[in-house]
Structures are given as C-alpha cells and as structure tokens.
C-alpha cells in the first residue's frame, strides 16, 4: 500500500508538471497569436520556439487545433533542425499533406489526426508554404460538418453535478 501511495504521489507530481509546461506553451504560442494575428487565418497554423518542451507540443497543438479550427504544427529549435508534433481537424489527413511537402523535411511519420516531424531550420519558410498550400487546397474540398446532437436535456436538468460527471468521460475528440 506505501509503494502504491509513492507511485501515485509521483505520477500525480509529474501529471502537474506536464500541466504547467503544457500551459507554458500555449501562453507561449497566444503571445506569438497575439503579436501576428495573421497567422491563425493561414490553413495551417505553424510555430516554433527554442524554449518549448519537446513532450508536450502535441498536446498544446491539439487544443490550438480545437480552438482555431486548424491543422497546428508546434515545434522546438534543436540547433540546426526544428522537431515537434503536428495534429490536425477532421477532414485533413495532416501526414499526407507532409508526405507532399516531405522535400522539407528530415522525416516524419503519423496518421491522419496527428504526426510527428523534423526539418532543418533553413527549410522552415517553405515548409510553412507547401503545407499551407497542399492544406488550403484540401480545405476548400470539405463539406461543412453537420452538428449531431445524440441526445437532448431541457435546461432546468444543467448543473454542475452534470458538468463534473460529463469531465469524468475525457480526453475528447474524435469518435469521443
């Protein structure tokens, strides 16, 4: 029961950095958002910085990704190469769109809703333009998403008790 207690404590203290350097770069990459507000009408939302964690850029970029309706590719100077993680919206296969612009990069690898990736620095620029363009073209070919409703509750049945129950059922996205 100690040990059980140790590892739970631990895992619990790791699970809350994961958090704050999760939070780190979304604060991060808003401050970028806000100083280039461009760059969330671009098909593909693409950032870097040397100071992001590595282990945490897909979770970040899947809740950019939620937030701007957007394939989002975060990623973190090492030298001479960017590294990061990619994740996308439904519709978008965002590995076959780096498998047309893999002149770029390094390497990569994924599926459809997400993927991980490597490029050279130098490259970054037309990297950014290729998937904005291989992106863009697949955006305009997407029928807008009908909102489907599984079940329906009058507003007086809304309460935090709800709310806390419904939290309980994350992580959410697709097919949850």
């Given at each position: 029961?100690?040990?059980c ?6 895992l619990e203290?790791l ?6 350097s ?5 604060s991060?990459?808003?401050a970028?958002i806000?100083r280039s507000?461009?760059?969330t ?6 950032m870097?910085?040397?100071r ?8 970040a ?12 590719i975060?990623?973190?100077?090492n030298?001479?190469f960017?590294?990061g ?6 519709g978008?296969d965002?590995?076959?769109a ?6 770029w ?12 990736l490597?490029?050279p ?6 990297f ?5 363009a291989?992106?863009g073209?697949?955006m305009q070919q997407?029928e ?5 409703i599984?079940?329906?509750?009058s ?11 419904l ?8 097919g949850?």
């Amino acid at each position: 029961e100690e040990s059980c207690i140790e590892i739970a404590k631990t895992l619990e203290a790791l699970n809350a950095k994961r958090k704050l350097s999760v939070g780190n770069v979304l604060s991060s990459a808003q401050a970028i958002i806000e100083r280039s507000p461009e760059i969330t009408q671009k098909p593909v939302i693409m950032m870097h910085n040397p100071r992001w964690e590595g282990g945490v850029l897909g979770i970040a970029a899947g809740k950019l990704a939620q937030d701007f309706k957007r394939p989002v590719i975060l990623m973190r100077n090492n030298g001479e190469f960017l590294s990061g993680s990619a994740r996308s919206i439904e519709g978008i296969d965002i590995t076959s769109a780096m498998e047309e612009n893999r002149s770029w990069l390094a390497n990569f690898g994924g599926h459809a809703m997400a993927g991980g990736l490597r490029l050279p620095l130098v490259n970054f620029s037309q990297f950014n333009a290729g998937m904005c363009a291989t992106v863009g073209k697949w955006m305009q070919q997407i029928e807008p998403s009908a909102l489907e409703i599984d079940h329906f509750i009058s507003f007086s049945r809304v309460s935090q008790q709800l709310s806390r129950e419904l939290a309980t059922l994350a992580p959410f996205g697709p097919g949850n």
